[in-house]
């Protein structure tokens, strides 16, 4: 399989999908399927609403569950680096736009555990690609719809 096809993440968030994988394919499939055999029990399926419902969820929990095989399978565990000075998955960066005086701070992710919202950046976002493989002290000039904005790295915690 190419690399394009891997999805990066921590051997946290691996057993997290596992953990979902498993409740869908047990709990939720037995929920499902009880639901359809219900529906069917209330006859004519041509206008037996319940039971369109209940196909529609069924497809839609096929889809999560192919969904989840395919990221496990194609799961590729990013270690942290633990000790190096520059920033990689797991690092926790404090950076400074340049021309203000607020900083705020990132903590680089895999694309599986990215949740802006929360300060988590993917390493293959265009920001975390634009501080990876930088230290402390650097300026970084990250490519962004308003143009191009600059970084200083102020601090990389592991």
């Given amino acids: 399989m190419s690399v394009e096809n891997r999805f990066k993440m921590s051997a946290e968030r691996l057993e997290e999908l596992k953990e979902e994988l498993n409740y869908l394919q047990t709990v939720r499939q037995q929920e499902v ?3 359809i055999r219900e529906a069917r029990s209330f006859g004519d399926l041509s206008e037996n609403s319940e039971y ?7 497809g839609k929990l096929y889809s999560k ?4 095989t395919s990221l496990i399978e194609n799961a590729e565990i990013v270690e942290e680096v633990k000790g190096v000075d520059k920033v990689g998955i797991g690092s926790v960066v404090t950076v400074q736009e340049v021309g203000t005086t607020e900083t705020e701070t990132y903590e680089i992710v895999g694309s599986q555990e990215a949740n802006p919202m929360s300060g988590r950046i993917s390493d293959d976002s265009p920001f975390g690609r634009g501080l990876v493989g930088h230290k402390q002290g650097e300026t970084v000039k990250i490519e962004a719809p308003v143009g ?5 790295i102020l601090k990389i915690t592991k």
């Fill in 148 to 152: 191009v904005l600059q970084f200083k």
């Fill in 33 to 35: 399927a009880d639901q």
């Fill in 65 to 68: 569950i192919a969904e989840l």
């Fill in 52 to 58: 369109d419902e209940a196909k529609t969820e069924q």
